[in-house]
């Protein structure tokens, strides 16, 4: 099984009230370089901790997840690592351009020597009034979306595409992606809908903060997709979102999180609605934690992820301290994960 | 001669289109003064107008299309084939020889579901120098399938030829 560490680009410093959209006036001209200067730290140790990839998601106005261009954090994350694979977790199709997305992503797969893995969302109903998108029509965006950008990467002589909500008269990426055919695509596996769709289309899939029975149910689903289409996915298909509080023992871990939820609990109405289906701020709370315990306990729990199909486990690590986190996580999983094939 | 005529605006030849693609027919025909043939002679048609033309040439009757353009010389200035079919290729380059002949610039649109749109590239050896359309959600029925798609592409190909890419439709709001 593989590991991916989540990194947020969170902002570091202290915000009087969240919400979404949050006050840019909140935001430290000063902490926000800092924040980045963090998030890059965090990834370059997750990499010399045993991680296998890292991830970056898009999120928009909202200090819990600062990366409203996750290739931006990305490519800089590829030139301050030289292993892990970079999970872009978004983009969010209904708010970008397909091929300049495209175009972003073929360059970023060149500068990190091919390391770059995408998931193409649809984003979540905040996310969506974020440039006045229609939330009504974000699943067939995000379809058409991601054929649009396979066929901007895979065809070899320039073209015109009249989409039902993108038209472009001229499309020829250049550079090619290093990796052939193109990056690893990853669509949304948490509708039934949406694992047939990925099924159907030769896609891997992302499921975020579901029970492991849910998670069966969808994987098989998507599975019998696959089939269906004549292929067979394998558990380096199957991606699984969620977040974790680790302690040396159970009793530190609940206590990391009794001093999480009471902090959440003081916290300013609005609290965390930046986060939902792309991650959310992995420390506005403990109610939405899937990995709870010490060691034994969240790696038996990986394990029963990976009896339901998981095959790369996606964690943002939530409390006690990301840098505490990561080398805890490194040094009391990366190898027993590694077995699990 | 069985012509159906529409529309106005300059003269747009339709040759192959089937009763599913009425829809799509009527779309262009909005722009176009468009004339729909089953059968006949196109040449004559297209020197009785006088001006320059486009043509349009769906499924099967892409062979016929090219044809119409290269004796039509200079007067046919846009050439559009719609999923095109059965067209006879030269075995060693890929290319139409009927395509090395026309003056007109020349569009292939193609539907996405359609087994033929797989590799797009082929159709760029077949027919030198054209622009290839694909057409999302559309299967070899491309008019019937999208319509409107159909009458964008196609209208604005016929209407600016390589400069197609070029939006004439405005941002701004009232």
Known sequence: MKTCYLGTGGYVGQVAARGWPTPPELCSREEAVRSMDTAIRNYRLAEEVGFDWVSISEHHYSPGLMTPN??????????????????????????????????????????SHGRVVVLILKGTPNEHATYGTNPAETREITQECVQLIRRAWTEPQPFAWEGRYFRFRTVSVWPRTAQDPHPPIFYS????????????????????????????????????????????????????????????????????????????????????????????????????????????????????????????????????????????????????????? | MAAIEAGTGRPVLVLGAGPGDAAGLAALAARFSICRLEAGDAAA??????????????????????????????????????????????????????ALEIRAARCVLIGDRDPAAAPLA?????????????????????????????????????????????????????
């Open chain 2, 45 to 98: 048609w297209i020197a009785a107008q006088g001006e320059p033309v486009g043509i349009v040439g769906v499924g099967e009757a892409a062979t016929w299309a090219l044809e119409a353009a290269a004796a039509a010389g200079e007067q046919a200035k846009a050439l559009v084939l719609v999923s095109p079919a059965g067209l006879a290729l030269d075995p060693e380059t890929g290319a139409s020889p009927l």
């Open chain 2, 122 to 174: 082929a159709w760029r050896r077949a027919l030198p120098r054209c622009h290839v359309v694909l057409v999302y959600d559309a299967a070899a029925a491309l008019i019937a399938d999208r319509p409107d798609a159909f009458a964008s592409a196609a209208g604005d190909f016929l209407d600016r030829q390589e400069r197609f890419a070029f939006m004439t439709e405005s941002l701004a709001r009232a």
């Open chain 1, 189 to 341: 596996g948490n509708s039934d809908e949406s694992a047939e769709f990925a099924g159907r289309h030769g896609l891997s899939i992302a499921i975020g903060f579901a029970p492991p029975p849910k998670v069966k149910q969808q994987v098989d689903l998507y599975k019998a997709a696959a089939r269906a289409a004549g292929w067979e996915p394998t558990h380096d298909n199957v991606l699984y979102r969620g977040r974790m509080i680790l302690g040396e023992t159970d009793s530190a871990a609940e206590e990391i999180a009794n001093r999480m939820g009471a902090r959440a609990g003081a916290a300013a109405p609005g609290a965390g609605q930046g986060g939902g289906q792309g991650g959310g701020d992995p420390t506005a709370g403990v109610a939405g934690v899937q990995f709870l315990g010490g060691p034994d306990k969240v790696l038996a729990k990986a394990r029963e992820l990976h009896d339901a199909g998981v095959g790369i486990l996606d964690v943002a690590v939530a409390g006690g301290g990301v840098s505490r986190s990561l080398q805890l996580f490194g040094r009391a999983f990366a190898p027993a994960l590694a077995e699990l094939v």
């Open chain 1, 70 to 111: 996750p290739g931006i954090l990305a490519a800089a994350v590829s030139q301050q690592t030289s292993r892990v694979k970079i999970a872009l977790l978004g983009p969010l199709a209904p708010l970008i351009n397909p091929v300049r997305a495209a175009e972003e992503i073929a360059m970023l797969d060149a500068l």
